[in-house]
């Protein structure tokens, strides 16, 4: 808990000069933007959890009938809600909450979105196991993760360093095939599993999971 409490303090902190950084590798992000919207049906309801500033939620919403995106930092929730508002966008919720302790029924959601989080939440199987929750039996579970032992091992030591100074947030370390495991063990089957990284390496890994229709 005290983790969580942090993470979400060094998210509020960071919030206004993350909302400004441009995306690295845009065309990556354009793949897996359009990859998701063909996952996506128009009747459907989706919950984003560790939606930062909305940016994907906000691209996402036109497709579907109800989106409701969630993030841990309040400050990140405020920035979304005013893109949100200068967007005209009326079928998206912001909300302030964990994502391994969502507010709202289970068995609602058509898909649960997790970008660029799994590596950051200190308690992944609650997460998991929430989105599995979460979700009608048949939806989907898109998640697109760093799996940082995929980097430079320094980033073992350098990351620690600079999370003591206030630099960085808890990480964990994995690899794909790590965290593919853990989706499966959290009861879905992994229908996909993709890099859409336009560089010559892309340590994210973008996957496709189902929870079973009979449960
Ligand atoms: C790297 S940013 C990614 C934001 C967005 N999904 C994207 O792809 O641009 C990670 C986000 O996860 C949020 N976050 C971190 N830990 C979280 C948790 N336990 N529950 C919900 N959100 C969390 C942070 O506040 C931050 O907005």
């Given at each position: 808990m005290i983790d969580a409490l942090d993470d979400a303090r060094f998210w509020n902190r960071v919030a206004r000069k993350y909302a400004t950084?441009?995306?690295?590798?845009m065309a990556g992000y354009d793949r897996t933007i359009a990859r998701t919207r063909q996952l996506l049906r128009p009747s459907d309801t989706v919950m984003e959890v560790g939606?930062?500033?909305g940016t994907t939620a906000l691209k996402l919403a036109p497709g579907v009938s109800r989106l409701i995106a969630s993030d841990i930092s309040s400050e990140m929730i405020a920035i979304a809600r005013e893109k949100a508002e200068g967007q005209s966008c009326r079928n998206v919720a912001f909300r302030n909450g964990s994502a391994s302790h969502p507010d709202g029924p289970g068995g609602v959601h058509d898909a649960v979105l997790a970008f660029n989080l799994l590596h950051l939440v200190p308690d992944r199987s609650a997460t998991l196991a929430e989105a599995y929750r979460l979700?009608?039996?048949?939806g989907l579970f898109i998640s697109k993760t760093p799996c940082l032992s995929e980097m430079n091992p320094l980033i073992r030591v350098a990351l620690p360093v600079m999370r003591l100074l206030g630099k960085a947030p808890t990480v964990s370390f994995f690899a794909a095939a790590g965290i593919e495991a853990e989706i499966a063990r959290a009861g879905f089957t992994v229908e996909a599993r993709e890099r859409h990284g336009t560089g010559s390496k892309d340590i994210r890994i973008f996957i496709v999971a189902r929870k079973p229709e009979a449960v």
């Amino acid at each position: 808990m005290i983790d969580a409490l942090d993470d979400a303090r060094f998210w509020n902190r960071v919030a206004r000069k993350y909302a400004t950084d441009t995306i690295k590798d845009m065309a990556g992000y354009d793949r897996t933007i359009a990859r998701t919207r063909q996952l996506l049906r128009p009747s459907d309801t989706v919950m984003e959890v560790g939606c930062g500033t909305g940016t994907t939620a906000l691209k996402l919403a036109p497709g579907v009938s109800r989106l409701i995106a969630s993030d841990i930092s309040s400050e990140m929730i405020a920035i979304a809600r005013e893109k949100a508002e200068g967007q005209s966008c009326r079928n998206v919720a912001f909300r302030n909450g964990s994502a391994s302790h969502p507010d709202g029924p289970g068995g609602v959601h058509d898909a649960v979105l997790a970008f660029n989080l799994l590596h950051l939440v200190p308690d992944r199987s609650a997460t998991l196991a929430e989105a599995y929750r979460l979700l009608k039996p048949g939806g989907l579970f898109i998640s697109k993760t760093p799996c940082l032992s995929e980097m430079n091992p320094l980033i073992r030591v350098a990351l620690p360093v600079m999370r003591l100074l206030g630099k960085a947030p808890t990480v964990s370390f994995f690899a794909a095939a790590g965290i593919e495991a853990e989706i499966a063990r959290a009861g879905f089957t992994v229908e996909a599993r993709e890099r859409h990284g336009t560089g010559s390496k892309d340590i994210r890994i973008f996957i496709v999971a189902r929870k079973p229709e009979a449960v």
